[in-house]
């Protein structure tokens, strides 16, 4: 990934990662008009970290990072501006947004379904730089409560046939491992087609978030 480092954390492997303890943890949020709802974990890794919600059959996966332009995850109340993974801070438009005093950091959303099992082709939605924007609440409890609409630039992934035929039965017992992982314990196990030998599609869409809340114990 490039300008925002962290979100080579977005496919690291579960099994590396920490739980937080505590519940309940609640994710509602509506999908192109269809309720979505799942317990959210959160991801902590060194300085960075994001908030994962994730379904199994078909496997989906909704995932948060609120930050700063250098990459810190930043832990405060208040306004958190989205934008996209490439943009960063010497967008004109961004900054002129940014500058404003409004925003209490920048926030990241990306959505991935699979569209066809078992993890052969993704449905994949990532945020970028419209003027939306994260409200979140740190509570005096340790609880996180976020607020959102968000409209993300749709596209489709399709497994690469070399890597379906040149990676056989090994493969398809490692994605059948690797959901298994993710229904499991609620982590998005290799989820992400990205770099996993998928091919992105021409087609395009949007994907809109509306109505969305979460909650979310953060300590």
């Known amino acids: 990934m490039k300008h925002l480092i962290l979100f080579v954390a977005l496919s690291c492997s579960a099994l590396s990662l920490t739980a ?71 967008d004109k438009a961004i900054t002129n947004e940014y500058m404003t005093g409004h925003y209490k950091g920048i926030a990241y959303v990306k959505y991935v379904e699979e569209t066809k099992s078992p993890r052969m082709e993704y449905h994949v939605g990532e945020s970028r730089f419209k003027g939306e924007y994260i409200d979140a609440v740190y509570g005096e409890d340790g609880y996180l409560e976020l607020t959102f609409n968000a409209t993300l630039d749709g596209s489709f992934w399709k497994e690469k046939g070399t890597a379906t035929v040149f990676g056989g039965l090994d493969r398809l017992a490692g994605k059948m491992q690797d959901k298994a992982v993710t229904g499991a ?22 994907i809109t978030l509306t109505e969305g809340k979460v909650r979310l114990r953060m300590n």
């Not at 810190?72 to 306004?79: D, H, L, M």
């Not at 314990?185 to 949007?206: L, M």
């Open 20 to 90: 937080q303890e505590g519940n309940p943890n609640t994710m509602s949020v509506l999908i192109n008009g269809t309720a979505y709802e799942t317990e959210p974990r959160r991801i902590k890794i060194g300085h960075y970290g994001y908030i994962t919600g994730n379904q199994v059959g078909p496997d989906k996966s909704l995932r948060f990072w609120l930050g700063s332009f250098d990459g810190r995850e930043i832990a405060e109340s208040g306004k958190y501006l989205i934008i996209g993974e490439d943009d960063n801070d010497k």
């Open 185 to 206: 314990s609620g982590y998005d196990q290799n989820i992400d087609p990205e770099g996993n030998g998928y091919k992105k599609q021409k087609e395009t869409d949007t």
